[in-house]
């Protein structure tokens, strides 16, 4: 059972726009939410994070919610470029384990 | 190089085959792990070692089998695989991993695509 979902698959933005990526969790024991970027090739890149004692951080354009009584997480990106086309991974952590959704793949056209 | 490096980035390989998977730190972290990412489903943590001992391991099946020789450092070993087991692994390495407080800012390697036939 997946303890972090990530529901769309994928998200077209036009680039100037808001891009809203959604994650939603099963487990209220989650210490910490973090947000990876992968392009194709290479590894997750770390993008930003917010406490569970949080519900908002803000890092230039990008702003990461926290809704702990509905279990959702999402992050923004105002406005959005064409380089944040990427695959976006949500993950929570619990303890010492670092959990994973599937991803959202954005593509952000001009 | 800078980062994290992982050799190959492809490899084909049979189910009678004796394979190793290299991962190289240049950061300077106590902290690796090897994740595993099949089509369509979460990255899954394998192996966590910290200053060089393991500290993690999630249930995998022994022809999986990590190695660090030093901090910057970490192998994969893989023996008698089975076509389930392909896909791609990931590398990670963290300043440091303290239980209880996962160090989150992983730095990732661009991983082996790794198909068994």
């Known amino acids: 059972d997946q303890q972090v979902k990530q529901n769309s698959p994928s998200l077209s933005v036009q680039e100037g726009r808001i891009s809203i990526l959604n994650c939603d969790y099963t487990?209220?024991?989650?210490?910490?939410f973090l947000w990876y970027k992968k392009y194709p090739a290479e590894g997750p890149t770390f993008l930003i994070s917010?406490?569970?004692?949080?519900d908002k951080n803000e890092d230039g354009r990008f702003t990461v919610f926290l809704n702990k009584s509905a279990k959702h997480l999402s992050l923004h990106i105002v406005p959005s470029q064409p380089g944040d086309s990427a695959v976006y991974f949500c993950?929570?952590?619990?303890?010492?384990?670092?959990?994973f959704g599937t991803g959202t793949r954005l593509q952000v056209f001009p | 190089e800078t980062g994290v490096t992982q050799t190959p980035r492809h490899l084909v390989m049979g189910m009678t085959n004796k394979k190793s998977l290299k991962c190289e730190q240049h950061?300077?972290?106590?902290?690796m792990y090897w994740y595993k990412q099949s089509a369509k489903k979460p990255l899954e943590l394998m192996f966590v070692?910290?200053?060089?001992?393991?500290?993690e391991n999630n249930s995998v099946p022994s022809r999986f089998s990590p190695e660090c020789p030093n901090s910057s450092h970490l192998f994969l070993h893989l023996h008698t695989l089975q076509p389930e087991d392909s896909a791609l692994y990931l590398c990670?390495?963290?300043?440091?991993?303290?239980?209880?407080?996962?160090?989150?800012?992983?730095?990732f390697g661009p991983g082996t695509r790794l198909t068994v036939t």
């Open positions: 990670a390495s963290s300043q440091d991993f303290n239980p209880g407080v996962l160090s989150y800012e992983q730095y």
């Open positions: 487990n209220s024991m989650f210490d910490y």
């Open positions: 917010i406490s569970s004692i949080k």
């Open positions: 993950a929570a952590i619990l303890t010492d384990k670092l959990i």
């Open positions: 950061l300077g972290h106590n902290a």
């Open positions: 070692y910290s200053l060089e001992e393991r500290v």
